[in-house]
């Protein structure tokens, strides 16, 4: 796809095909042909007006045919898949056209005065000839059809996958949970009789929240430090709803390099919203989730490792796994075989470590 | 009357007792995180009303609520909208959103107030003991009450019992809906969800999920609505999908 693009980008494909250089094409073509005229007849025996009168004939009708099976024959018959029927009618056209030609020779009347003769005598061996150097010029005619179709099929192929590879990218994205930001303001509202500080602080929070959602979720790559804040926020809201929950987020390096590093949005909530989801404790023990980013190398290296209850078990099986398979789809076409992300599962932890090129 | 609140979410519990002690002197037993400790407090309790919440980890409100006795009233308080038909399946007294209105709330405990005066009432005394072409009678304290068909408006299967909705009053007897419908005129009385069966004549205006008669709102059930729109309408009206 890429490597396509690239070769459209230069200078006599764009000639070619290019809407911009229509009407030069169009001069080239008549130019080209009149100068293959008349340069290998310019030793020609005949002279004078007649010789400009076969030039004339020749160049009218050849240009012609020329138009007639870019413009009539190729897309009626040729594109629509009936080329047995074009060959034919090809032969035809080219085979009419030069029996007009000599039709036109003998009208002239000079002609009438002595070279009449030598035309006839040429004329079986040069009608021959003829015949196959017009077919050859017409079909290279066909070939540059043929040719600026199949660029711009490719062109079209090429942006049906991208817009498909968006569209399936924008999917896979993670939308804003309705019944998360319900279950909040009812929190919020609780908080609001109690705790003015704490209900002011989680309005701040739900604000940050949302706004990454809304506006920072439509960038192709945003900053990991503004995605790092907005899984602590989200980490936060979420041990509001919660009795027990500890939650923690490491972030190892030095500020400048995670300034520096950009990331495609939400990568990285599918992991924490699983955790969020799986590490209710039915039992009276001490769930917790610890998340940690760490630049190794060329590396981003995420981790989520939160508390497993072996008694929960979630509600909505059914869809229970459908967050990681569409996160590894993501993955897929963000980076192709560039990440790896392990995954592992034992009776009190679940963990996720996801390795990601910078 | 007394009542329990679940929900799994801490700062949703407080706001609901803050908010019945608002609203109303219902007695608050207990508040509950999950669907089990709730359960267990019911086995040694006489509990009245359930403030439920539906989407909780391992047992929801709604697998929760068929597992109730008879004589607790259940209002369901949650953020999703698309439970409600189901709620209603279930026989709840209401269905409240989060976050929750406080009139809305009020309006709901009086309802399951009325509801609870009549299940005192002990229902299961009042009986059908006939009916006529014109008119029923139901057996109530040794008298015989004569209800015109005319009269009643809707008929609200509630547990065990149907409610009888008539212009001036509410009569509750032992029955099943589907016994109840039986002895009604069909041509005017409609079956239109698992819990309502309406008077035609009654019906001011609806919509494809409500029918409005007066302050009342009844939902329309999924298997209940081709009927409702072909007899009603005609034909000329279908449901919406």
């Known amino acids: ?35 293959l005229i008349i340069y290998p007849n310019l030793s020609s025996e005949y002279s004078g007006p007649f010789n400009y009168y076969r030039w004339l004939c020749i160049y009218v009708v050849l240009i012609a045919m020329c138009y007639i099976n870019m413009y009539v024959l190729v897309p009626i018959f040729f594109f629509t898949g009936r080329y047995l029927l074009y060959l034919v009618l090809l032969a035809l056209l080219v085979f009419l056209s030069l029996t007009l030609i000599s039709s036109l020779f003998h009208a002239y009347p000079d002609t009438v005065t002595g070279r009449l003769e030598e035309v006839c005598n040429e004329k079986g061996k040069g009608f021959f000839q003829g015949f196959f150097i017009t077919s050859a010029i017409i079909l290279i005619t066909t070939m ?41 303001l009812n929190g919020i509202k609780a908080l609001i009789r109690t705790d003015h500080e704490k209900a002011n602080l989680v309005i701040m929070k739900l604000s940050e929240f949302l706004r990454y959602q809304i506006y920072e979720n439509n960038d192709e790559k945003t900053l990991l430090k503004s995605e790092i804040t907005f899984l602590s926020n989200f980490l936060n809201l979420e041990m509001l709803r919660r009795d027990k929950l500890s939650v923690d987020i490491n972030v190892q390096g030095t500020p400048e390099i995670f300034n520096g590093i950009y990331v495609p949005p939400n990568l990285f909530t599918t992991f924490v919203e699983n955790a969020v989801k799986h590490s209710v404790d039915v039992s009276g023990g001490e769930p917790y989730i610890h998340v940690k980013f760490i630049v190794v190398g060329a590396e981003l290296h995420f981790s989520c490792i939160n508390s497993r209850d072996p008694l929960f078990v979630p509600n909505d099986q059914k869809n229970s796994g459908l967050g990681l398979v569409n996160i590894k789809r993501r993955l897929a076409l963000l980076y192709q075989e560039g990440y790896t992300l392990t995954v592992e599962s034992t009776e009190n932890q679940f963990s996720v470590l996801l390795k990601l090129p910078l | 009357m007394n009542c329990i609140i679940v929900d799994d979410e801490p700062l949703a519990r407080a706001e609901m007792e803050a908010l019945i002690n608002e609203v109303s002197s219902i007695k608050i037993l207990g508040s509950f995180s999950n669907a089990w400790t709730a359960l267990d407090f019911l086995k040694s309790n006489q509990v009245d009303l359930i403030f439920l919440d539906i989407e909780m980890p391992m047992v929801t409100g709604l697998d929760f609520a068929v597992e109730l006795s008879g004589s607790t009233l259940v209002i369901f308080t949650t953020a999703y909208p698309q439970y409600a038909l189901k709620s209603y399946e279930l026989d709840a007294i209401d269905y409240l959103l989060k976050p929750i209105d406080k009139r809305r709330l009020d309006k709901a405990i009086k309802k399951a107030e009325n509801y609870q005066k009549l ?27 004569r209800i015109k068909f005319e009269d009643i408006r809707f008929v609200e299967g509630l547990k065990d019992y149907v409610v009888i909705h008539l212009a001036s009053q509410k009569l509750i007897t032992a029955m099943n809906l589907k016994t109840f419908h039986q002895k009604l005129p069909q041509d005017i009385f409609l079956r239109v969800s698992k819990s309502y069966v309406v008077n035609k004549n009654y019906i001011e205006s609806f919509d494809h999920h409500t029918i409005y008669l007066g302050t009342n709102e009844l939902p329309i059930g999924e298997v209940y609505k081709r009927e409702f729109f072909s007899t009603y309408s005609g034909g000329s009206i279908l449901p919406e999908n």
């Open chain 2, 119 to 145: 299940l005192s009432d002990n229902p299961e005394k009042n009986t059908v003991e006939g009916n006529t072409k014109d008119f029923l009678l139901i057996k109530s304290d040794r008298r015989f009450h």
């Open chain 1, 144 to 184: 540059i059809k043929l040719f600026q179709r199949w660029t711009k099929d490719n062109e079209r192929i090429a942006e049906l996958n991208n817009i498909t590879l968006r569209m399936e990218l924008n999917e896979l994205r993670s939308q804003i949970n309705p019944h998360f930001l319900f279950n909040m």
């Open chain 1, 1 to 35: 796809m890429k490597a396509e693009l690239e070769l459209k980008n230069t200078k006599p494909l764009q000639f070619m095909v290019d809407d911009r250089y229509r009407i030069l094409r169009h001069v080239v073509l008549l130019v080209v042909s009149l100068v």
